[in-house]
C-alpha cells in the first residue's frame, strides 16, 4: 500500500501562487502515476493533473492547463503541482493520489489519495 501526505496549501491573495507537495510512503514511487484532484465548495471532486511514472506524459484540466504544472521527483518520492495566476475559482480542497500501474501512462483511475490540503485563494 502506499500512504500520500499534501502539504503547501494556504490563503493566497488572486493572482498570486502556491506550490504543493505530496510526499509518498510504503512502495516504490516510481511504479505509480500520480494525479492533482480538487473539490470546490458544494461541487464534485475533479481530476485537474496527471502525470506518468517516469515524468514524460502529462495530463491538465482545460482549466487549469497554462497556469498549473505538475512535476515529480522520484528520488524524493514526491510529487508537486505548481500552480500561478490563481483566482477565487480555484478555492478547493486539493488531494494527490496514485495510481498502481506497470505501464508508463497518465492515469485516470487511481488507488490511493492523501488527506488534502485547503487552498484559498481571495479576491
Known amino acids: 500500500q502506499v500512504q500520500l501526505v499534501e502539504s503547501g496549501g494556504g490563503l493566497v491573495q488572486a493572482g498570486g501562487s502556491l506550490r504543493l507537495s505530496c510526499v509518498a510512503s510504503?512502495?516504490?514511487?516510481?511504479?505509480?502515476?500520480m494525479g492533482w484532484f480538487r473539490q470546490a465548495p458544494g461541487k464534485e471532486r475533479e481530476l485537474i493533473t496527471a502525470?506518468?511514472?517516469?515524468?514524460?506524459?502529462?495530463f491538465y484540466e482545460s482549466s487549469v492547463k497554462g497556469r498549473f504544472i505538475i512535476s515529480r521527483d522520484n528520488a524524493k518520492n514526491s510529487v508537486y503541482l505548481q500552480m500561478n495566476s490563481l483566482g477565487p475559482e480555484d478555492t478547493a480542497v486539493y488531494y494527490c493520489?496514485?495510481?498502481?500501474?506497470?505501464?508508463?501512462?497518465?492515469?485516470?483511475?487511481?488507488?490511493?489519495w492523501g488527506q488534502g490540503t485547503q487552498v484559498t485563494v481571495s479576491s
Open positions: 493520489a496514485g495510481q498502481d500501474t506497470d505501464l508508463d501512462i497518465v492515469p485516470f483511475r487511481y488507488d490511493y
Open positions: 510504503g512502495r516504490a514511487f516510481s511504479s505509480c502515476g
Open positions: 502525470i506518468s511514472w517516469s515524468g514524460g506524459t502529462t
